[in-house]
Structures are given as C-alpha cells and as structure tokens.
C-alpha cells in the first residue's frame, strides 16, 4: 500500500483561509495609504508671510504654528549603513532587472536540469529550478527586512513615525519584489503545472502590486517586518516542498534512493 504524503499546510481550508487574510490585508494596507495621504513625506517648510504692524498699538501678529508633521531624521549608521538604498525614479529600473535576473536563471536551470540524465532532476525540472532561485531570494529579503526592522531608529519616535518616515532601504525591499513577483514568480508558476495553485498565483499577484505602490509611495519603517521579517520561515518551508516533491517522484518510478531521501525530510 502506497504512503501518501501531502503538505499539512495545502488543505483546501488553509488555501480559503489564506486567500481569504491575504485579501484583508490588502483592503487594510489600501486604507492605511488613504487615511495618511492627507499627510506629507517631504521636510516641513517654514512659514513665511508677511506681517503689517497696527496703526494704532504697533502690535504684530503671532506667527500660525506649523502643524505639518515632521519626519524623523534616519539614523544610517551601523549595520543600517551596510543595506542598500533605492530612490524612487529608480524603482522601475530595480525591478526589471531583478525580475529578468531571476526569469533567466530559471530558464536555464530548468533546461539544464530537462537535459540531465537523472530521472529525480528530469521529471520535475520547473519546480526544482524554481527552489533553487527562490532559496537566495528568501535568504536576501530575511537579512534586510531583520536589519532594517531591528537597527532602524523608527522604533524610538511615535507610531505615526514609524508610518510617515521615508526608508530607502525598504524601497528596496518593495522594487525588487515586485520585480520577481510580477517577470519571474506569477509567470513560473502559472507555466509550472506542480506551482500552478490558484492561492499561490492570488497571493504573489496581490504581493507584486502591494509591493510596487510600498516602492513608490509608501516605503515606510513596517515594510521590513512585513516584506522581510516574514521571510525567515520561507527557507526551510522551501526546502521540505521541494524534499517532498522529490519523495514523489522517487516514489513513482521505485528509485531506490527514496529511504535516505525520507530520512532527510523527516528530520
């Protein structure tokens, strides 16, 4: 009797559920962005006008107060100082040329793994060429997002701050994923029958756009838990699907390396 060996995590409630999150966290960030539009990102600018002394008591005016908010400095120092920045005009040019870099090196990886003469790299080659590209992606956006969120100097000021001060470095984080999201991720999996899942394609469709409008418009403090923090548990997930998959594959065509290939994922 064959085993059968599914992801805890890919049932058709978890999918709904995940759907269903993802969806709300879309209409969420869409209002935060509404309600602080009224709001500036650019340095307050003083006052000027000019004042005419009263005939009579020669009393001048008080000057209105400024109640424009006032962004933070960002403090670049330390390991803050060692991430890479990205200023709006480049955006665009950031994410083309992280989606291409990541379509290309899928492409030839699934060639070259179609080609081989193994049967567990030849009969799964998009999946597999899709781990191994993801795999440094997960890496990168882990190490901004947890340098970023832990060294930046946002958490010192109000929650307000933390929203209304321009990060380069998480502009980054936006441009590139919505690069690999939009040219490398939605289209892979779409073409990839084994990624071709329809909570998958919703939620890296919803990231792509979320993302580019963070790159743009809203590149705040928060966007390195959410954009990068998160990330951390993607490696290892990453590798057990890709481990499991492998196992069926094994399991299919009797390849007698499919104990040790158990044992590892089991671990």
């Not at 209409?27 to 709001?39: C, N, P, R, Y």
């Not at 004042?51 to 933070?72: A, G, I, L, M, Y």
Request: net charge positive; charged share 20%; glycine share 4%.
């Amino acid at each position: 009797k064959k085993e059968s060996f599914s992801h805890p995590t890919v049932s058709s409630f978890n999918r709904l559920a995940m759907v269903r999150l993802y969806a709300l966290l879309a209409v969420l960030f869409v209002l935060v962005v509404q309600s602080t539009s009224a709001f500036t990102f650019s340095r307050p600018r003083a006052l000027t006008a000019n004042f005419k002394q009263e005939k009579n008591n020669h009393r001048v005016p008080k000057v209105p107060e400024d109640r424009t908010p006032k962004v933070p400095e960002v403090n670049r120092g330390g390991a803050l100082h060692a991430l890479p920045t990205c200023v709006t005009s480049d955006v665009v040019s950031l994410a083309v040329k992280a989606g291409v870099t990541c379509l290309s090196a899928q492409i030839v990886l699934q060639s070259f793994f179609k080609r081989s003469k193994d049967p567990l790299l030849n009969r799964g080659p998009g999946h597999l060429a899709h781990t191994i590209v993801a795999l440094p992606l997960m890496v990168w956006v882990s190490y901004i997002g947890t340098i970023g969120y832990w060294f930046h100097n946002a958490p010192k000021v109000t929650a307000v701050d933390k929203i209304m001060t321009i990060s380069d470095e998480s502009r980054v984080l936006g441009a590139v994923l919505c690069g690999i999201m939009a040219i490398w991720d939605v289209p892979t999996s779409f073409s990839v029958k084994t990624l071709r899942s329809p909570d998958i394609l919703i939620h890296h469709a919803v990231l792509s756009v979320v993302s580019f409008i963070v790159a743009t418009s809203m590149p705040c403090y928060y966007c390195f838990f959410y954009f990068g923090v998160v990330e951390l548990i993607s490696p290892p997930l990453a590798i057990y699907d890709q481990l499991e998959k492998t196992c069926e594959i094994a399991d299919s065509i009797k390849d007698p390396r499919l104990g040790k290939l158990r044992k590892v994922r089991d671990r």
